[in-house]
């Protein structure tokens, strides 16, 4: 093992209130960090930095915990740019565009899955993203949905079974038999690639009952909920993540005071995807109304090819804080410890002694750049176990 540090940062987010300023992001100025092998060991002034083996002088530059992206959909193939021209063209969104992917996805091979889910990975970690979860969803079949859990297996520990993503076309006309092979056969297929159990529960995908019996299917299996949740209207997603004690509600656009006071009082965490509404043109999530009603929100990219085809969790936070009146402070927390919160993990999303080595070094002076410069690459190296690799 050999130490580094990184010194002369010009603006520290930590993420831990305990240190710095005092805020949520625990704020260090003229800051240093230690590395030993994986981990964080030591954060605090430049000046007190202890002797490292090697350093790395930041010259003024902000630092910040590596993003944790806590919802996309990379296991897929095909393309769908001919659906979002049309959108773009005045055509209202709909779940129906996954049956495209789905057919796609059927058709490729395990290995161009794999290099797909790589290529968009190596975006990701180019623009700060150091953790990433992703979902099956786009096979459907027993044997389809179990090869995409295998493919995302081997570039992630945050997997989930999304089988429950649409009622497959195979069983249009029988629903209830769908949810049968969701919550039968292919469960005991896909249980041990997976850590997450994901429903869509929403208008043309699965109804209140069908996503009980799927997230309690799947809990009896070791799987813990996710649950997409009042995307497309309002709807009984978010109170049912909070029943079943998700881990996350995402999307949360349409939410009443019932659906607030939920979130407010659960441990769910609102994830926040702009990345979707920018792309379907769809009204903004309030955050600040979610913030208001005490609840914990994260923000994600939503990578997929329908509805928000983006690896960029910089522009997501440049959208959040434009557009869902999120401030530049929160957006960030959002970003990194929020994703952290969102995947009931500890050890990632800060910067603090004991944390994974995850870290991102930006061309500019503080996090605000983010939102201040949206689309301008401020992301100069990245972190990820200790390893610089960007």
């Known amino acids: 093992m050999t130490t580094t ?26 800051a240093a960090v230690v590395i030993d092998g994986d981990r964080i060991v030591w954060t605090g002034e430049s000046s007190k930095a202890p002797a490292t083996d090697n350093a790395v002088d930041a010259g003024g530059r902000a630092v910040i915990p590596g993003f944790v992206d806590s919802h996309s959909h990379l296991v897929f193939a095909g393309d769908r740019t001919a659906e979002f021209n049309a959108r773009m ?66 570039h992630t520990d945050e997997v989930t079974f999304l089988g429950a993503h649409i009622v497959s076309p195979d069983y249009a006309d029988d629903p209830a038999g769908y949810v049968g092979l969701v919550t039968g056969p292919m469960l005991d297929a896909c249980a041990p690639y997976a850590r997450w159990i994901d429903v869509f529960c929403e208008r043309g995908a699965f109804d209140e009952d069908q996503a009980r019996t799927i997230l309690t299917a799947g809990k009896a299996r070791g799987l813990h909920p996710r649950v997409h949740a009042n995307q497309l209207g309002h709807g009984p997603g978010v109170r049912l993540a909070v029943e079943l004690d998700a881990a996350s509600a995402d999307h949360c656009t349409h939410l009443d005071d019932a659906d607030l006071d939920a979130l407010g009082q659960g441990s769910t965490v609102a994830t926040l995807l702009p990345g979707a509404e920018f792309s379907t043109r769809a009204a903004w999530p309030d955050a600040r109304r979610i913030l208001a009603a005490g609840a914990t929100v994260a923000l994600s990219t939503d990578c997929n090819p329908g509805s928000s085809f983006t690896s960029s969790m910089p522009f997501c936070i440049a959208l959040a804080v434009r557009d869902m009146g999120m401030t530049p402070d929160e957006a960030v927390w959002s970003a990194t410890a929020g994703g952290a919160a969102a995947l009931r993990r500890t050890d990632i999303g800060r910067i603090t002694p004991g944390a994974r080595a995850d870290l991102v ?13 949206p689309g301008v690459p401020l992301v100069g190296a990245v972190w990820r176990r200790g390893e610089r690799v960007v």
């Open 361 to 373: 070094m930006l061309d500019a002076p503080s996090h605000v750049h983010l939102a201040y410069r």
């Open 5 to 30: 540090a990184l010194t002369h940062i010009a603006n520290l987010v930590t993420n831990d209130p305990s240190l710095g300023d005092g805020t949520p992001l625990g704020m260090i100025r003229d």
């Open 89 to 154: 063209s005045g055509r209202p969104y709909s779940a129906g565009g996954i049956r495209t992917t789905v057919a796609a996805t059927r058709a490729a091979s395990d290995e161009e899955l794999s290099a797909n889910v790589a290529r968009y990975l190596a975006e990701a970690l180019g623009q700060g993203t150091t953790t990433f979860e992703t979902k099956s969803g786009y096979g459907l079949t027993v044997e389809d949905e179990a090869r995409a859990l295998r493919v995302a297996a081997r």
